[in-house]
């Protein structure tokens, strides 16, 4: 894919990205509202992207789903792909208090 239509879709692919991200934010009961901006941050930064690959490619493919396949088949396509490793990288954060020395 060429540069210029990488960009072009990634473009795309993060603002679906974005929708999804807070439609899933709102319907996890264990995300307070409080964190909810937080955790919108986490999902769609290019940290966590750089896990699954280089961001921009990341957003790229997402763009590409949606364009061929629609918006319902981009929210699939990430939520079988991203999801699982995003929830994997939260559930691995060590929580406050949570740290046990070995005795």
């Given amino acids: 894919m060429p540069a210029n239509e ?3 879709q990634a473009w ?3 603002a679906v990205l974005a929708l999804f991200a807070r439609e899933w934010i709102l319907k996890q009961s ?3 509202t409080a964190k909810r901006a937080e955790v919108f941050i986490q ?5 966590f992207l750089s896990s699954l690959g280089e961001p921009t ?9 949606y364009k061929k396949e629609g918006l319902q088949a981009a929210f699939d396509f990430i939520e079988g792909k991203f999801i699982p490793i ?5 559930n691995n954060q060590r929580k406050p208090g949570s740290y046990r020395r070995k005795s």
């Fill in 6 to 8: 990488k960009r072009t």
């Fill in 12 to 14: 795309i692919g993060d």
């Fill in 30 to 32: 264990d995300i307070p």
């Fill in 43 to 47: 999902m769609t930064s290019n940290q």
């Fill in 57 to 65: 490619a990341m957003e790229a493919e997402i763009g590409v789903v």
């Fill in 86 to 90: 995003f929830l994997k990288q939260r």
